[in-house]
């Protein structure tokens, strides 16, 4: 694995999964998510493994889809370059997984914190979908996930400024199960799956499935249309503006276009 590092038996009967990109800010390639999906599908079938924790570092859990890999893709490519295969694939894994967040957790890097089953977040810890900032929208679930955990009017404020939650915000709008010191919160994820860990391995999976059943059934609808109108952001100029200014250490100049 080149982009993530994976210890199976972190803890007794639960695994880890770090992001490992950290000079990038653990930014999610392409290579890094199929990392994570492989990984999980392995996991998924190992008996000895009953919850897994997926982690970034102190500075970052991720901040985004990698820009640099997306800034010149056309629409018609990101459609056939079909990233979100591999974060179905990640979503339908069956045991429980738990985000432990510390730093930034923006755009996709936010999306794949909500895609996990529950987050522990360090007091540093920094959400947001800034994707309209490089005039573009969350792709990965970020216009459904983040609605239904915060509501309409704080996902509209977050989508549409690209404001960062702080880790108190989020604990407050329910996005995260607890806020704990810098130094506690991979310490809190493990605490958390231990926990989990002792009950059984059947009755997790079936819990964690219906619980999941009550959104998705809606879901799989929602999904499908953000992607569409997140592919049409790949035919404007606003879009290669935005990103182009990005890797260029500039401000963009958004036309409407
Ligand atoms: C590629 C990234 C990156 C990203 C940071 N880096 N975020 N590279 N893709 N998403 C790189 C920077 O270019 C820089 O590389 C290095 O990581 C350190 O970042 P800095 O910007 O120098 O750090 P800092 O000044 O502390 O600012 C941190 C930051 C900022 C606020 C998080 O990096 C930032 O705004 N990042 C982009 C956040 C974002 O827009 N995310 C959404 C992406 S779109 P160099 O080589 O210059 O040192 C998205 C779509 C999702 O996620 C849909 C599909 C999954």
Redesign the pocket.
């Known amino acids: 694995m080149e982009f993530i590092k994976v210890t199976e038996q972190y803890q007794p009967a639960i695994a880890l999964i770090q992001l490992n990109r950290p000079?990038?800010?653990n930014?999610?390639n392409k290579q890094l998510m199929e990392e994570v999906r492989d990984t999980l599908q392995l996991l998924d079938k190992n008996e000895a493994v009953r919850v897994i924790i997926i982690t970034g570092d102190e500075?970052?859990f991720a901040?985004?889809?990698?820009?640099?890999?997306?800034a010149d893709k056309s629409a018609i490519d990101m459609l056939l370059i079909d990233?979100?295969s591999t974060?179905d694939q990640i979503r339908k894994t069956k045991k429980p997984i738990i985000a432990a967040v510390s730093g930034?957790a923006?755009?996709?890097?936010c999306?794949f914190a909500m895609t996990c089953d529950m987050i522990i977040a360090s007091e540093t810890a920094k959400f947001g979908?800034?994707?309209i900032?490089?005039g573009?929208i969350?792709?990965?679930g970020?216009t459904q996930r983040l609605t239904k955990a915060v509501g309409k009017a704080k996902a509209m404020e977050l989508i549409l400024t690209?404001r960062f939650l702080s880790a108190e915000e989020a604990h407050f709008y329910g996005l995260v199960n607890k806020v704990v010191p810098v130094e506690m919160y991979l310490h809190e994820a493990v605490e958390l799956a231990k926990e989990i860990a002792q009950m059984s391995p059947v009755a997790v999976q079936l819990a964690k499935e219906a619980i999941n059943r009550s959104f998705e059934t809606q879901l799989d609808e929602g999904l499908a249309f953000e992607r569409k109108n997140?592919y049409l952001t790949f035919a404007s100029a606003d879009q290669k503006e935005g990103m182009n200014a990005?890797?260029e250490?500039r401000k963009p100049s958004f036309t409407g276009r």
């Open positions: 000079k990038e800010l930014a999610l500075r970052a901040a985004g889809a990698d820009i640099k890999q997306m990233q979100f974060w930034f923006l755009g996709g890097g999306e979908q800034p994707e900032k490089i573009t969350p792709g990965a970020g690209g997140f990005f890797v250490k």
